[in-house]
T-cell receptor, first 113, second 113 residues
């Protein structure tokens, strides 16, 4: 079975541009999580969904960030406009509702110049 | 809120040395506890977990015991290998069935031959 799939793996963009990160969770998993990892702040939970519904978005840094999950097999994290301080590795993870074990994707390394 | 504190890294050991990475937590109630490992260029993957006091999680020669009296979940391995070089994250799940995980900042381990 394929693991969590993220695309792109690397993204380099200029300040002010829109960035869209994509995630396909493991089939049958109905919880999905977006994390951001930086050297300074470590691993931060941005938002998570249960059954496609956002449950907790308290980690989303500001209105420039938005996340959607239109169906059980796809989610996006969008940054508009992007800023250099958004440079980080963004991970998507999925799990079954009620199961604490999360499966992580390989991450998207975002660089905003 | 709930939090996890890990020993600061980096940790550098020689092959076959004994490893301990300390982890303590602050939480209301009785969370489940986890160790995740992140190999270079990859996402996090679950290494072991414990769901109640005095439980011992183990995998690939690694062990950790859930100590409620000291609110600790220290990771140990008797003889490390070069292939164990990675970043190790301690985490807890909030009680009450929440799928959210609270992660420590991670400890980078380098094992030299």
């Amino acid at each position: 079975d394929a693991g969590v799939i993220q695309s792109p793996r690397h993204e380099v963009t200029e300040m002010g541009q829109e960035v869209t990160l994509r995630c396909k969770p493991i089939s049958g998993h109905n919880s999905l999580f977006w994390y951001r990892q930086t050297m300074m702040r470590g691993l931060e939970l941005l938002i998570y969904f249960n059954n496609n519904v956002p449950i907790d978005d308290s980690g989303m840094p500001e209105d420039r960030f938005s996340a959607k999950m239109p169906n059980a097999s796809f989610s996006t994290l969008k940054i508009q406009p992007s800023e250099p301080r958004d440079s980080a590795v963004y991970f998507c993870a999925s799990s079954r509702v009620g199961d604490n074990e999360q499966f992580f994707g390989p991450g998207t390394r975002l660089t905003v110049l | 809120g709930d939090s996890v504190t890990q020993m600061e890294g980096p940790v550098t050991l020689s092959e076959e040395a004994f490893l301990t990475i300390n982890c303590t937590y602050t939480a209301t109630g009785y969370p489940s506890l986890f160790w995740y490992v992140q190999y270079p260029g990859e996402g996090l993957q679950l290494l072991l977990k414990a769901t109640k006091a005095d439980d011992k999680g183990s995998n690939k020669g690694f062990e950790a015991t859930y100590r409620k009296e000291t609110t600790s979940f220290h990771l140990e391995k008797g003889s490390v290998q070069v292939s164990d070089s990675a970043v190790y994250f301690c985490a807890l799940s909030e009680q009450g069935g929440s799928e959210k995980l609270v992660f420590g900042k991670g400890t980078k381990l380098t094992v030299n031959p």
